[in-house]
Structure formats: structure tokens, C-alpha cells
């Protein structure tokens, strides 16, 4: 087998069989296939697309390229969650102890984020005390004892997959929907998941910008999913604005610790709600969604999922006194209004600058390097659709340094105030096949 006549293959048109995807990615993952033939291919990719059949066998071959976690030993059916990305995008922090609390194992692996915030893990250590490095053994009788645990990336998951990623960010290939689907389900089948959970975002703060890529994307993910025996499910949600209100590590979590006391913003526990209906649906702890639903609505209600939430910290190390005493989270020393320059209708909040705004004031990444300020960031007071005053408060900046005229700055270009708009829908459509 030779890897031009398989980029010249895939130039034509034709179907990649399974024997060929796999001598590409075992290659190039070894170091036999260099970059130039490799990018090649990518574009090749990029411009004739691939098949169902092609999308699973590029899946399987990345996972199968490194380590696989396994996760037999855990009791029921696994469901992972994955989101394409967004800001104040707080769903996991609600949905692992909420899910957990009804009888659904969630053994959850993640990792330091770069970008606007921290990553999961970042945002949990917010809580003083609160440990990710635990055993392969330990978190296995956490998630059998408890239903939930969260433990950090480790080994050596989809080296095909990184080693590709970097290829296609420097070849002008990112944006192929065979590309990113096989890519981000290679991680999820490769983590130990049974069955996936994927929130699909669209807007100005998603990667897919239009609702019809959104779709796209939601479906090739579902379906390589499916086909390669792992129950998949998708949502396509709106990222135009800030999902929650809150954007930050500590800020986020306390907006967590509300959500679970049933006092969240609307927008991130009608999202949780409908992407926990379909995580328990396909544990098999209920036939229906709407039967999903009620058990998740009453697990808030009960104080459940809230009590799960303080089982899940302190079994990590973590003090959970702080869900009753979120002011012991870290707190920035500023509070700083943005205020609204004239009356009228929020017609536009920019999630994407809004996120970059907090980055600047140090809740997030540039670099994997950077330290993160786990107290500042931005509460959202107003959002699309709100109508306000000159003078009212539409965000408060969390701050480090007395200074924010830079952020300040940021912020005016980010948000429009009109007379009259539209309030973004913010469930799109649901995928299940």
C-alpha cells in the first residue's frame, strides 16, 4: 500500500476503505507518513468529504492508536458529555452531580482548558482542598459508591489525533466536518464512555458559527457514535451570548451551586435540564425524555442533586462548606459596573469578545504556562432582550487591579443596545439518529 495512491484516491472522490484509513493513521502516528502527505490527504479530505463508514473507520483508527480507559468495572451504563466549546458555559459542573443523583454513574475525565476560562478542573479547585489526582482504583469506587467522580487526563489517548489536530492547524484544514467529528469522538470513546451526550454549539461564541455547520457537525458526530456501537445524542444550542451569567472559575462554580438550589439562570438549567434528559435516558433510568426530566427537576427540588454535589467535593479532598458558604470561594478585590450608555433593548452580546474580556482580567489561558486568577471574571446582569436605562449595570467586572479600562473597552464594542431585537432561540434542534 502506498500513501500517494491513497491521497490520489481520496482527490477523486472515491471511498477510502477501512485497510487504507488505518495504514494512514498507524503511519502517520509512527512517523512513517511525513506532514507534506499527511496535509495532503487532509485536504484531499477537506474538499470531497468522507462517508458514514469512512468517519467511524478514521474514528476507530485514531482511538486504537493509543491508550483506552476502561471503565468495566464500573457498575451501569457509562454516558460522557461532551460540549464544542463556549462562554459561561457552566453545564458540567451542574450536570455531573445532577445526573449522579438519580443513579447515573458519571466518571468524568478532564482537563485545564486555555482559552476565556479554566477548564473543569480549574473551576473545581476553586474549592480549597479539592483533588483531582486520585487512582485509576479510587476513582473507579468513587463513581461505584457515589455515582460520580472526576479525576484528570492521563496517558496516552488519540496520539494520532493530537499529532494530526497540529497538522491540520497549520494547513488551513480545521474546518472539515469528517476531521472534527472523528476527532472529538475519538477522545470520547477512547475515555471508556458507553453511550455520548453532545451539546453542538452555534454563534458568534462556537466554532460553527451558522446553525446549518452546527448541524452538520451534530449529526456526522451522532452518527459515528452510533456506528461504532456507542449510544449518541445530540443538542444543537445557542452561543451568541454568554450561557450562564456568570464567566470565571469561582464564579462559575457558585453559579453551579445556585443552579443545583434550583435559583440558576433560566438559559443554563433549561440546557442542563434537557442534557441530562437525554444522559439518563440512555443509562437506562427512564424510557422517556419527559420522564427523564421530571426525575432531574425533582432531584433540585428534593435537595438531592445539591447533597450529591457535597458528597462528590468532599470525597475529593474538597471543602463543601462552601456550598453553603460560597463567599469562602475565591473573590476578586474589584467590583466594577459597565454601565448602559442609553435606554433601550440588549440587542447583541458577543459571547466570543465577551469570553476574550475575562481572559484579560486572568480567568482563563493563552498559553498552558499561564497562572490562572480563579476569583475574577465577569457577571452578566442583563442579557439579550433585557431592556435597560442609561445608567443601569449590564455586567459587573470582577477585578484584580483597580485598572480596566482595557476590558472596559472591549466590552463597549461588544454589546448594542437598539430600540427593539430579537431573544435568541436557545435550543436549536435535538438529534438522536
Do not use: W
Not at 31 to 39: H, L, N, R, T
Request: no cysteine; glycine share 10%.
Amino acid at each position: 500500500m502506498r500513501m500517494v495512491d491513497i491521497i490520489e484516491k481520496k482527490r477523486d472522490g472515491h471511498t477510502l476503505s477501512k485497510e487504507e484509513i488505518e495504514f494512514f493513521i498507524k503511519g502517520y502516528t509512527k512517523g512513517d507518513i511525513p506532514d507534506y502527505q499527511a496535509s495532503s490527504l487532509a485536504m484531499a479530505i477537506f474538499f470531497q468529504d468522507m462517508n458514514e463508514e469512512e468517519r467511524a473507520a478514521m474514528t476507530m483508527a485514531m482511538v486504537n492508536s493509543g491508550d483506552r480507559i476502561d471503565l468495566s468495572q464500573i457498575h451501569g451504563t457509562k454516558v460522557d458529555k461532551h460540549s464544542t466549546g463556549g462562554v459561561g458555559d457552566t453545564t458540567t459542573l451542574v450536570l455531573a452531580p445532577l445526573v449522579a443523583s438519580v443513579g447515573v454513574p458519571v466518571a468524568k475525565m478532564s482537563g485545564r482548558g486555555l482559552g476565556h476560562t479554566g477548564g473543569t478542573i480549574d473551576k473545581l479547585e476553586s474549592v480549597k482542598g479539592f483533588n483531582v489526582e486520585i487512582s485509576e482504583e479510587d476513582f473507579i469506587k468513587l463513581v461505584n459508591d457515589n455515582q460520580v467522580a472526576v479525576i484528570g487526563q492521563s496517558g496516552n489517548l488519540t496520539p494520532a489525533d493530537k499529532k494530526l489536530y497540529a497538522l491540520r492547524d497549520v494547513t488551513g484544514t480545521v474546518n472539515s466536518i469528517p476531521l472534527i467529528a472523528s476527532s472529538i469522538m475519538s477522545k470520547k470513546i477512547a475515555a471508556g464512555a458507553d453511550a455520548i451526550v453532545l451539546d453542538v454549539k452555534t454563534g458568534s461564541g462556537a466554532f460553527m458559527k451558522t446553525l446549518e455547520d452546527a448541524e452538520a457537525l451534530a449529526h456526522a458526530m451522532v452518527s459515528i457514535g452510533n456506528n461504532v456501537g456507542r449510544n449518541t445524542m445530540a443538542i444543537i444550542s445557542d452561543m451568541s451570548q454568554p450561557l450562564g451569567r456568570a464567566i470565571g472559575n469561582a464564579l462559575e462554580l457558585q453559579e453551579a451551586i445556585d443552579t443545583l438550589k434550583g435559583q440558576g439562570p433560566d438559559d443554563l438549567t433549561e440546557l442542563v435540564l434537557t442534557l441530562g434528559s437525554q444522559m439518563v435516558v440512555l443509562a437506562g433510568k427512564a424510557s422517556t425524555l419527559d420522564e427523564a426530566r421530571q426525575l432531574l427537576e425533582s432531584a433540585i427540588h428534593t435537595g438531592q442533586a445539591l447533597e450529591k454535589f457535597k458528597t462528590f467535593i468532599s470525597n475529593q479532598g474538597g471543602d463543601a462548606s462552601i456550598v453553603d458558604h460560597p463567599e469562602q470561594l475565591p473573590r476578586a478585590r474589584y467590583q466594577i459596573h459597565f454601565q448602559a450608555q442609553k435606554d433601550g433593548m440588549i440587542t447583541e452580546m458577543i459571547a466570543n469578545e465577551i469570553g476574550v474580556a475575562s481572559m484579560m482580567l486572568g480567568a482563563g489561558r493563552q498559553t498552558k504556562e499561564d497562572v490562572i486568577d480563579l476569583g475574577v471574571g465577569i457577571v452578566l446582569n442583563k442579557k439579550v432582550g433585557d431592556r435597560v436605562t442609561k445608567g443601569d449595570s449590564i455586567l459587573t467586572i470582577h477585578s484584580n487591579k483597580e485598572n480596566v479600562d482595557e476590558i472596559l473597552d472591549k466590552l463597549q464594542e461588544s454589546i448594542t443596545i437598539e430600540e427593539k431585537g430579537e431573544v435568541p432561540t436557545l435550543i436549536h434542534k435535538i438529534i438522536t439518529e
